[in-house]
């Protein structure tokens, strides 16, 4: 019986990243986070959890060697698989990078980064897709393909023995386009379950579908499976976790956009029966959500990550989500049961099956040996037989975490309310009388005053306030610009209308535009320009390597 055994905060607060387990650690590389800056390169960040303490660390950035660009830039979307003693990271976007096809490697024992040397058909540039390993091999399938705009369902085989990527010419009906979906392998077939597609080909035309049937593509063969259909089936859904345990494929969370819904629910396929069957875990386990990471570490399944619905808001879809810092622990081992639920367990499955799951759970699956007894004296008959109250250590402790006490300023708290812009403005408004007042009163001090220092601190101050003033202005036509786009995109919604989200790159060329023509009609386009140009200018100069004499 599976139980959430173990609830932990303040781990990294990630989105769409990419982890593996090594060991009893769990080694996370990049994603994304809510307010941090995605647009400055930086280098990708590892942050390694240790499943025995239950703490995380993060591994220091790694200087530049003689190669520029061994080590990969901060991203999300990717894909990370352990081969032996290398994680091997592909795949993946950044805001200003696009996305990127540089495979790279990660030595779990030096914590050094290196790009291999690959040949042969190299896959193109995208993210969202998925990545597992069989043997030496990393087969890559599906992905939003950045060069050609459009959804993708081939099936790209890395061979790390000799770093040759291959094209395999899939046989039979192959899967249907898609993205953030989930492949794992089991034996030597892959199982791919969801992901976005969209209804009328490989092109994104807003018609978005979630499959929530199985497909099976089997590497020996190189063949899609035809698959029976299934009487029970989880309802479709994107960016959810997979894993593979004891021959059974699980999944949980994700996101379908068409019903507007994030998920937390668990569901188990079996391979052997073709059927899928709905878990229900003991214990509290995690929200609802999206684009979380989960690995294997023993008989535990370590979930981290991912991002979900802020509760202040009604909608929860594209709007206001709320990045997660959190990392949930479940427990397949019996160990983790209370006696209660391991006497409910019997009744319900029975005294054979149970013991057989028992000794399932045993170390090398070996029966306990019994305790050696030892013969009781004629002074021991009539003395009370002594049990012991040890239990075996679990392998993964459960560590309450102490929050440390902070001094509380009651101004600036949960409990002094929610911050509103609009109620405070209208609260505050009183203000800007004060301030127009000032400016006058600075304005006439200036008239009066002689050239000299008081002058020119009354000049500074004026210049102050009047930038304050802009900035002001400015920071409302924004607010109040973002305010008409979300009206827009909910009344849509409120029409059966599926709204468009802009993007950050569709949004900072609006805001471009925008500044244009403010600049054409103010007639400072040109001065504008040439100072954009001297600054470019000297950018290039420091970067051009000096001149030898």
């Not at 409910?344 to 028992?358: H, N």
């Not at 800007?432 to 009354?458: D, I, T, W």
């Given at each position: 019986m599976l139980r959430w055994t173990v609830h932990l905060e303040g781990g990294p607060r990630r989105v769409n990243h990419a982890a593996v387990s090594v060991g009893h650690r769990v080694y996370s590389f990049g994603g994304y986070c809510s307010g941090e800056d995605y647009e400055t390169l930086r280098q990708i960040d590892v942050h390694v959890f240790n499943a025995v303490s239950l703490r995380w660390t993060k591994l220091p950035p790694m200087r530049a060697g003689g190669q520029a660009g061994e080590v990969p830039y901060m991203r999300y979307g990717h894909s990370a698989v352990l081969i032996d003693d290398t994680v091997y990271l592909w795949g993946g976007r950044n805001d200003t990078e696009g996305a990127c096809n540089v495979l790279y490697g990660f030595d779990i024992n030096t914590h050094k980064w290196f790009t291999p040397k690959v040949s042969g058909t190299v896959p193109g540039a995208r993210d969202g897709h998925s990545a597992c390993v069989l043997g030496k091999n990393m087969y890559v399938f599906g992905g939003y393909e950045q060069l050609a705009d459009c959804f993708s369902n081939d099936i790209h085989k890395l061979d790390t023995s000799s770093m040759t990527w291959t094209l395999i010419s899939a046989k039979g009906t192959p899967a249907r386009w898609r993205d953030f979906h989930s492949a794992t392998m089991l034996g030597s077939r892959m199982y791919v379950f969801g992901g976005r597609a969209d209804r009328f080909g490989p092109f994104h035309s807003n018609n978005e579908i979630y499959c929530n049937r199985i497909r099976i593509f089997d590497t020996r063969a190189e063949a899609w499976l035809e698959c029976p259909p299934t009487p029970l089936l989880p309802e479709g859904r994107r960016s959810h976790s997979a894993f593979g345990y004891n021959g059974e494929l699980y999944i949980f969370g994700g996101y379908n956009a068409r019903l507007n819904r994030h998920f937390h629910d668990l569901w188990k396929f079996n391979p052997v029966s073709f059927s899928w069957k709905k878990i229900e875990p003991k214990g509290k386990g995690p929200c609802p959500r999206r684009r979380q990471c989960c690995c294997i570490v023993g008989d535990k399944i370590v979930l981290f990550g991912g991002t979900s619905p802020s509760p202040e808001e009604g909608l929860g879809d594209e709007f206001d989500l709320m990045d997660h810092s959190d990392l949930h622990i479940l427990d397949f081992n019996l160990a983790?049961?209370?006696?209660?639920?391991?006497?409910?367990?019997?009744?319900?499955?029975?005294?054979?099956?149970?013991?057989?799951?028992?000794?399932?759970?045993?170390?090398?699956?070996?029966p306990r040996k019994a305790a050696p007894t030892r013969d009781r004296g004629p002074a021991e008959k009539q003395r009370p037989l002594e049990m012991s109250s040890k239990t075996r250590v679990p392998f993964l402790r459960q560590v309450v975490p102490v929050r440390k006490k902070v001094a509380r300023d009651p101004r600036f708290d949960d409990l002094s309310g929610e911050y509103n812009p609009e109620v405070f403005e209208k609260?505050?408004?009183?203000?800007?009388?004060?301030?127009?007042?000032?400016?006058?009163?600075?304005?006439?001090?200036?008239?009066?005053?002689?050239?000299?220092?008081?002058?020119?601190?009354?000049?500074?101050?004026?210049?102050?306030?009047?930038?304050?003033?802009?900035?002001?202005?400015?920071?409302?036509?924004?607010?109040?610009?973002?305010?008409?786009?979300?009206?827009e995109q909910r009344a849509q919604a409120r029409q059966g209308h599926r709204p468009y989200f802009l993007k950050k790159s569709e949004q900072r060329q609006l805001a471009l535009a925008e500044k244009y023509k403010k600049l054409k009609r103010s007639q400072k386009l040109e001065s504008f320009l040439s100072r954009k140009r001297r600054r470019n200018a000297g950018k290039d100069r420091r970067r051009l390597p000096l001149g030898k004499d």
């Open positions: 983790a049961m209370s006696f209660e639920e391991l006497l409910e367990l019997q009744s319900r499955v029975g005294t054979k099956m149970y013991r057989q799951l028992v000794a399932e759970t045993r170390p090398e699956h070996q609260t505050y408004r009183f203000l800007n009388e004060y301030r127009a007042k000032e400016k006058e009163l600075v304005a006439k001090h200036l008239k009066k005053s002689k050239p000299g220092e008081e002058q020119e601190k009354l000049k500074q101050l004026l210049f102050r306030m009047d930038q304050q003033e802009a900035a002001q202005q400015e920071k409302k036509r924004q607010q109040e610009q973002r305010l008409a786009l979300k009206q």
